[in-house]
């Protein structure tokens, strides 16, 4: 399985970390949260150091019941983040975390950026599917009903793989028929989900396979682990790389996590694993 990023066919069969850079004040993980220029210099260079694949930069906090971000602030913090970025790591390659389609635009056109990663697969934007497919880079589609102030009020499903499984399907072809074809999928996790619907979607990852996309995963000290381990964001990076290790192996190809290192070594050793002889 492959993406094509900025004309290179990246090969998934080693699966992607992706590094979360946040510019926002009100990330729910508080140490992720970086907004003046150093903070955001020594937070790429660790992410680069660290040896993630991607850096995935997001303006307007999704945390359940987030603050509503103007578009203006949301652009103006994206600005400021992503000139910041580019000067240290040109060569970056770079995801915007945006469900809104003109600034999915301006990232791309004026910095570059490789990636537009929705949390609302063209939901909130109805424009952002002809935008991807004007700019022709990965477009990553996530499942999730309302808004950040609004999801958790859709938690409630008659049959919850039935569900996601036809809001992904139908999300595909209309992609396919507007000539999108670099799609990756996430199952939105803690997005309009309870822990115990999480943890069945984790449970049933590999049944994804079945689109034949690449599956990102975000966990990353997300309430479903805080729950079960009675234990605050700060506390939850054991638990994240548990449920990171779990991911691929029921076949996720791209991890975005706040702890590059950590993930980075799940995916070492998971490739080793894959890579033991019968031999013995």
Partial sequence: MYINIKGELIDLSRPLVMGILN???????????????????????????????IIDVGGY?????AKYVSAEEEIERLEYGLRILFREFPEAIVSV????????????????????NDISAGELDEKMFD???????????????GSPQTMMQYAGYEHLMKEIFLYFSN??????????NNIILDPGFG????????YYL????????????????????????????????????????????IALMKGASILRVHD????????????KMKEASHAF
């Fill in 23 to 53: 510019l926002t004040p009100d990330s729910f993980f508080r140490g992720s949260r970086k907004q003046t220029e150093q903070e955001i210099i020594d937070r790429v260079h660790q992410i680069k150091e660290e040896r993630a694949d």
């Fill in 61 to 65: 906090s999704s945390r359940p019941n």
């Fill in 97 to 116: 975390d945006t469900f809104r389609s003109g600034i999915a635009r301006h990232c791309v056109e004026k910095f570059g950026v490789a990636l537009i």
């Fill in 131 to 145: 935008t991807v497919a004007d700019l022709k880079i990965p477009y990553i589609a996530m499942h999730m009903k």
């Fill in 171 to 180: 999300k595909i072809n209309l992609l396919h028929q507007k000539g999108v």
């Fill in 191 to 198: 997005f309009s989900k309870n822990t115990d619907q999480n």
């Fill in 202 to 245: 984790m449970k049933v990852l590999k049944e994804f396979r079945i689109f034949e996309l690449p599956i990102l995963v975000g966990v990353s000290r997300k309430t479903m682990i805080r729950e079960v381990l009675d234990c605050s964001a700060e506390e939850a990076l054991n638990g994240t790389s548990v449920l990171n290790t």
């Fill in 260 to 271: 590059v290192k950590e993930a980075v070594e799940c995916v070492k050793i998971y490739n």
